[in-house]
């Protein structure tokens, strides 16, 4: 028998810290997962895939767990990333024509190429683009062009998290079945976490400030001062009870200008939008989500004093400021809009739990 080819290269982004499994496998996104179970067991599959979601909320881990599904590839030696039938570019970098459709190069064979070649296994070729739009308007219309008329017995999977993106035609959308990937519940997440034998605190923390995107709360659970530093931003929160308009600040000015590149400004925030998700579950009467202790118990405090119409409207503020912050607005303006609002702008103003005051 003739040697395989060498596998296309894996691109700078690796795959998960650990070999992708089944569909079974991936934490959350239960309706996509068994609508593609249901797809590999019919032999129902699309030439196509578009997977949209929030980044680091599994897209890429999904698309790599249908290719590791449809070839096979935990009895493969060497896994996904050796076998033959398989191409992954997820690098960071922009993605031109020459890779959608261009001759062999030093990352291994382009796109086209790839699909080009007859099958080494018995079984179709699969290629995951994660991040498309990478692409560049060039390469997006190759790749349309090649979408047109599919290879035979091949399978092309996008991933993105900037589906309006300028250099992603609707028309190369329309070419593929989508899926679309929304948060992962928090306790799912934190059940994945403790699983991987991380210590209860951490998960719990790292999951409910992780927006639900699993792979954020897997980089949080590495940090040996999440739960510290999370304990210290809801502390500087609930302190702004009792400061004034320069104390708010004064805050705001602190977290925007300590964070490297906006780090710390971010942490904040999820910090203070999963503390009043807590809120807001408690004033409605139900069972918080996993968290730390202090979320519980500062969110209890909120939600007998300002009612669950008053949190939501705290709520919706941090929400806000995620969004804005996502849109590359300055992190300091969206501090202070969100501090002068949630703690001046309303009639029903918290008070600062007894013994939490801003450090």
Known sequence: MTPPPAPARIGDGGQPDHPPGRLAEVVGHGMQRQQLERQV????????????GPARVGKTTLALALASELLQAESWPGGLAAHPD?????????LGVDRVRGPEGELGPSLQHFLSLSAYASGPKVAVLANADRLTLPAAN??????????RESILILTTSRPDSEHLPGTLRSRCQQLGLGPVATPLISSWLAARGRPKLECETAAAISEGRPGL???LVSDPELASRTAGLLDS???????????????????????????LAWEALRTWAAFLRTCCTLAA??????????FRAGGEAWARELGLQ??????????EGLSRLAEAATARLVLDRLLLLTFGAFDSQPTAPAGRVRP
């Open 310 to 319: 008053e949190c939501l409207r705290r709520y919706d503020l941090a929400v």
């Open 285 to 294: 009467g139900a069972e918080p989500p996993p968290g730390p202790p202090s």
């Open 142 to 151: 190759s790749l349309l062009r090649l979408l047109e008329e599919p290879p």
């Open 237 to 263: 929160y609930l302190g702004c009870s009792n400061l004034g308009p320069a104390g708010w600040l004064e805050l705001s000015r602190e977290l925007a200008e300590r964070g490297r590149e906006r780090e």
């Open 217 to 219: 709360a897997l980089e």
């Open 86 to 94: 398989f191409w992954l570019d997820d690098r960071q970098e922009s």
């Open 41 to 52: 067991r019919g032999g129902a599959l699309a030439h196509a895939y578009w997977i949209a």
